[in-house]
């Protein structure tokens, strides 16, 4: 057989031309076509042809970039030229192109070549480009035969870098400026996390293959993501009717927790705008997340990833990268994070608040709630007088509850009043690098709070060592209308001398307080003979008091028994001058023996119901039978003929007695009501209670 001549050349018809009438002469025309049958494509220009800047017809070369468009398949060949009429005929001196390439057609146009269907062929041919293809993204493509552009400077010759059209450059645009991870970065080399063709290991290997073959190329897509939308229509020409899906399993779509407690959510609709709640919660609820932002916001612990606290997303590769980032601002810089435990150190917002500050290293999955000593274990001056133990109960700072409770005789108890009674409960002012102190009335800080004077204030005088207060509730006369007094230096340790007389006095002034102290008249009785009994005396010695037997001691603990059921009170003015330790034996300081009812905000009366009240001041039988006549308030035993002569009260006392300020139906006023306040002090007093006078 001889040698196949290579077609394109100006010599090349007339060769055939001579080769064919040979055949003619020698074996005629049918069979000398029969035995070239065996001829393909690739017998005159390779399959596909060779590109060269030159026609070269000893390898069948020219101009064009059909390598790349081709490949090795024969049938890709129609999708440019027709389909028709290729034999060995074709060779008529022109190229046939098809009408439509790929029968594809847009709402821009047809897609095809841009000379005419059928031109001539030469040396020099004057190339031209294709418009509305697929393959090029609809774009006008470069000229044939134009050197191959190369990733990533030429991707823009199809579609932007990142792709900007229409709403999918949305999404475009926010991936590939957010850097992200899942795979590899996005950029103009790493479409991979996405897009697989030819990525390996997320690194992507982006040659124009991904969009060769003249055809409608179908987006490629990692088989991880789970996208849910068509691959093909997402071609400009079908904008606004493209429809996109959304992905699933990734990563970059999660609630961002490491290990076990990721979970991936569904994404939202390529094209559509996202925010922090897309994707995880919003305010975040894993691990110490509700915690912290019940105060602070994401940037105090992100700062390097966001710039507020909503959906700003500004740090290069710090947002699902894979890891947590942690970069610390305002109050928390000089924060340690060690990734490894998962523990912050060095953090003022995890110290005591002292100057200098003691810092309590945090783990932030720790399990169970914190609490107030988490951070502060040890506080300084008056806390302990104050809050006692409450701090290892509470969880939170702007607690407003009095949780005071038990006697001051019972070790373990203690006063417990929340931290809002002097701390402001604005989620700013905690952990923010100073110790605030408000102690103006506040509903807020609880009802106590509420109860202080306008003007309270604390007065430092000297920082850390000398510092009070002033106008607050906790330090007055408990008065509906307080009368406010200086407290106590606060880091002067425990009060010394006489603690009620701090605050309200003992006795308190107020009412009939002076009129409640010792006994029943017990400084003027009549003695039945002449003159008067002695104001005190032992016991079994006839006296208006000092025998309890024969006369009821009247302190605090008779109408406030539920606060403080001790009837000694050692530093009362009107007891201190006999009960000195020389004239009178010292009994004992008054103490509070609930806790919770006293500094509660309320005058809390509960009167003593231990016996029935006794006294000596007797009324002359003839007198006192008529008052018993009248309702009888009081038993007799006998009437001044010793130590136990005494009349004693029919009815125990009981809280029922007094209401809104009055007593009733006390025999100590012969059963005759009494208001507390205004019945005192008046020049009738005792008609007020001896109504037969």
Same mark, same amino acid.
């Given at each position: 057989?001889?040698?196949?001549?290579?077609v394109?050349?100006?010599?090349?018809?007339?060769?055939?031309?001579?080769?064919?009438?040979?055949?003619?002469?020698?074996?005629?025309?049918a069979?000398?076509?029969?035995?070239?049958?065996?001829?393909?494509?690739?017998?005159?220009?390779g399959?596909?042809?060779?590109?060269?800047?030159?026609r070269?017809?000893?390898?069948?070369?020219?101009?064009?970039?059909?390598?790349?468009?081709?490949?090795?398949? %024969?049938?890709?060949?129609?999708?440019?030229? /027709?389909?028709?009429?290729?034999?060995?005929?074709?060779?008529?001196? *022109?190229?046939?192109?098809?009408?439509?390439?790929?029968?594809?057609?847009?709402?821009?146009?047809?897609? =095809?070549?841009?000379?005419?269907?059928?031109?001539?062929?030469?040396t020099?041919?004057?190339?031209?480009?294709?418009?509305?293809?697929?393959c090029?993204?609809?774009?006008?493509?470069?000229?044939?035969?134009?050197?191959?552009?190369?990733?990533?400077?030429?991707?823009?010759?199809?579609?932007?870098?990142?792709? #900007?059209?229409?709403?999918?450059?949305?999404?475009?645009s926010?991936?590939?400026?957010?850097?992200?991870?899942?795979?590899g970065?996005?950029?103009?080399?790493?479409?991979?996390?996405?897009?697989?063709?030819?990525?390996?290991?997320?690194?992507?290997?982006?040659?124009?293959?991904?969009?060769? +073959?003249?055809?409608?190329?179908?987006?490629h897509?990692?088989?991880?993501? =789970?996208?849910?939308?068509?691959?093909?229509?997402?071609f400009?020409s079908?904008?606004?009717?493209?429809?996109?899906? +959304? $992905?699933?399993?990734?990563?970059? !779509?999660?609630?961002?927790?490491?290990?076990?407690?990721?979970?991936?959510?569904?994404?939202?609709?390529?094209?559509?705008?996202?925010?922090?709640?897309?994707?995880?919660? *919003?305010?975040?609820?894993?691990?110490?997340?509700?915690?912290?932002?019940? *105060?602070?916001?994401?940037?105090?612990?992100?700062?390097?990833?966001?710039?507020?606290?909503?959906?700003?997303?500004?740090?290069?590769?710090?947002?699902?990268?894979?890891?947590?980032?942690?970069?610390?601002?305002?109050?928390?810089?000089?924060?340690?994070?060690?990734p490894?435990?998962?523990?912050?150190?060095?953090?003022?917002?995890?110290?005591?608040?002292?100057?200098?500050?003691?810092?309590?290293?945090?783990?932030?999955?720790?399990?169970?709630?914190?609490?107030?000593?988490?951070? @502060?274990?040890?506080?300084?001056?008056?806390?302990?007088a104050?809050?006692?133990?409450?701090?290892?109960?509470?969880?939170?700072?702007?607690?407003?509850?009095?949780?005071?409770?038990?006697?001051?005789?019972?070790?373990?108890?203690?006063?417990?009043?929340?931290?809002?009674?002097?701390?402001?409960?604005?989620p700013?002012?905690?952990?923010?690098?100073?110790?605030?102190?408000?102690?103006?009335?506040?509903?807020?800080?609880?009802?106590?709070k509420?109860?202080?004077?306008?003007?309270?204030?604390?007065t430092?005088?000297?920082?850390?060592?000398?510092?009070?207060?002033?106008?607050?509730y906790? @330090? &007055?006369?408990?008065q509906?209308?307080?009368?406010?007094?200086?407290?106590?230096?606060?880091? =002067?340790?425990?009060?010394?001398?006489?603690?009620?007389?701090?605050c309200?006095? /003992? &006795?308190?002034? #107020?009412?009939?307080?002076?009129?409640?102290?010792?006994?029943? @008249?017990?400084?003027?009785?009549?003695?039945?003979?002449?003159?008067?009994?002695? %104001?005190?005396?032992?016991? =079994?010695? &006839?006296?208006?008091?000092?025998?309890?037997?024969?006369?009821?001691?009247m302190?605090?603990?008779?109408? @406030?028994?539920?606060?403080?059921?001790?009837?000694?009170?050692?530093?009362?003015?009107?007891?201190? +001058? $006999?009960h000195?330790?020389?004239?009178?034996?010292?009994?004992?300081?008054?103490?509070?023996t609930?806790?919770?009812?006293?500094?509660?905000?309320?005058?809390?009366?509960?009167?003593?119901?231990?016996?029935?009240?006794?006294?000596?001041?007797?009324?002359?039988?003839?007198?006192?039978?008529?008052?018993?006549?009248?309702?009888?308030y009081?038993?007799?035993?006998?009437?001044?003929?010793?130590?136990?002569?005494?009349?004693?009260?029919?009815?125990?006392?009981?809280?029922?007695?007094? #209401?809104?300020?009055?007593?009733?139906?006390?025999?100590c !006023?012969?059963?005759?009501?009494? /208001?507390?306040?205004?019945d005192?002090?008046?020049?009738?007093?005792?008609?007020?209670?001896?109504?037969?006078?």
């Amino acid at each position: 057989m001889m040698r196949k001549p290579r077609v394109g050349t100006k010599n090349a018809p007339l060769m055939i031309w001579l080769f064919s009438l040979t055949l003619l002469l020698s074996a005629g025309s049918a069979a000398a076509l029969s035995q070239y049958t065996d001829l393909t494509c690739a017998s005159c220009h390779g399959l596909p042809p060779v590109d060269s800047a030159i026609r070269d017809w000893k390898v069948g070369a020219f101009q064009g970039n059909h390598q790349t468009h081709a490949g090795a398949n %024969a049938l890709t060949c129609v999708k440019c030229h /027709n389909s028709s009429g290729y034999t060995l005929e074709h060779y008529n001196g *022109s190229i046939q192109m098809a009408h439509t390439l790929n029968n594809y057609s847009s709402v821009r146009g047809a897609a =095809g070549y841009n000379k005419p269907i059928f031109f001539n062929q030469t040396t020099a041919p004057v190339l031209s480009n294709c418009s509305n293809v697929s393959c090029h993204f609809e774009t006008q493509t470069p000229v044939w035969g134009s050197a191959m552009p190369q990733t990533p400077g030429d991707c823009n010759l199809c579609h932007t870098i990142p792709p #900007s059209f229409g709403v999918s450059g949305v999404s475009h645009s926010t991936h590939y400026a957010n850097v992200a991870a899942w795979g590899g970065l996005f950029g103009p080399l790493t479409c991979t996390p996405c897009h697989s063709d030819g990525g390996v290991a997320g690194q992507a290997k982006w040659t124009y293959d991904h969009a060769t +073959s003249a055809g409608r190329r179908p987006v490629h897509f990692d088989a991880t993501l =789970g996208y849910t939308g068509a691959a093909n229509n997402f071609f400009p020409s079908q904008a606004p009717s493209r429809v996109f899906g +959304s $992905c699933a399993n990734t990563y970059c !779509h999660s609630n961002g927790v490491q290990g076990a407690g990721n979970v991936r959510v569904a994404s939202p609709v390529w094209g559509t705008k996202t925010n922090c709640g897309s994707c995880h919660a *919003s305010p975040m609820t894993s691990n110490a997340h509700p915690k912290h932002l019940a *105060s602070f916001g994401c940037v105090v612990c992100h700062s390097a990833t966001v710039i507020n606290n909503t959906t700003l997303i500004v740090g290069a590769g710090r947002h699902t990268n894979g890891v947590v980032d942690i970069s610390f601002s305002g109050t928390a810089v000089g924060t340690t994070w060690t990734p490894s435990t998962v523990t912050c150190s060095t953090s003022y917002c995890h110290s005591n608040g002292a100057t200098p500050p003691v810092y309590q290293p945090i783990v932030w999955s720790t399990v169970g709630p914190l609490n107030c000593t988490t951070c @502060h274990p040890t506080l300084s001056g008056a806390h302990a007088a104050h809050v006692g133990t409450l701090p290892s109960a509470i969880r939170f700072y702007n607690y407003t509850a009095n949780k005071s409770s038990g006697s001051e005789l019972t070790a373990g108890t203690y006063y417990a009043f929340g931290c809002a009674n002097c701390h402001p409960t604005d989620p700013a002012l905690h952990a923010n690098g100073a110790v605030d102190v408000l102690l103006t009335p506040s509903a807020a800080g609880g009802t106590l709070k509420a109860k202080n004077s306008a003007a309270a204030a604390r007065t430092v005088i000297t920082a850390g060592s000398n510092v009070t207060c002033f106008g607050v509730y906790c @330090h &007055s006369n408990g008065q509906a209308t307080p009368t406010y007094v200086t407290t106590p230096n606060w880091y =002067g340790g425990p009060i010394t001398g006489d603690k009620c007389a701090a605050c309200h006095g /003992n &006795s308190p002034t #107020s009412g009939a307080h002076a009129a409640h102290v010792v006994g029943i @008249h017990n400084d003027d009785i009549f003695n039945g003979r002449f003159g008067t009994y002695s %104001a005190g005396g032992a016991v =079994g010695k &006839s006296a208006g008091h000092g025998d309890p037997a024969q006369s009821t001691t009247m302190s605090c603990n008779l109408c @406030h028994n539920a606060t403080t059921s001790v009837a000694y009170n050692d530093k009362n003015t009107a007891c201190a +001058s $006999c009960h000195n330790g020389s004239r009178a034996p010292l009994k004992g300081s008054a103490v509070i023996t609930d806790r919770s009812l006293h500094v509660n905000g309320k005058s809390d009366l509960s009167f003593w119901t231990g016996s029935s009240i006794k006294t000596k001041a007797q009324l002359r039988p003839v007198s006192f039978a008529g008052y018993t006549a009248a309702g009888g308030y009081w038993s007799r035993t006998t009437y001044k003929t010793g130590a136990s002569s005494t009349d004693s009260a029919k009815s125990l006392l009981n809280n029922s007695m007094y #209401s809104s300020g009055n007593c009733s139906n006390i025999a100590c !006023h012969n059963g005759r009501a009494v /208001n507390w306040t205004s019945d005192v002090g008046k020049g009738a007093e005792c008609v007020i209670c001896h109504s037969k006078l």
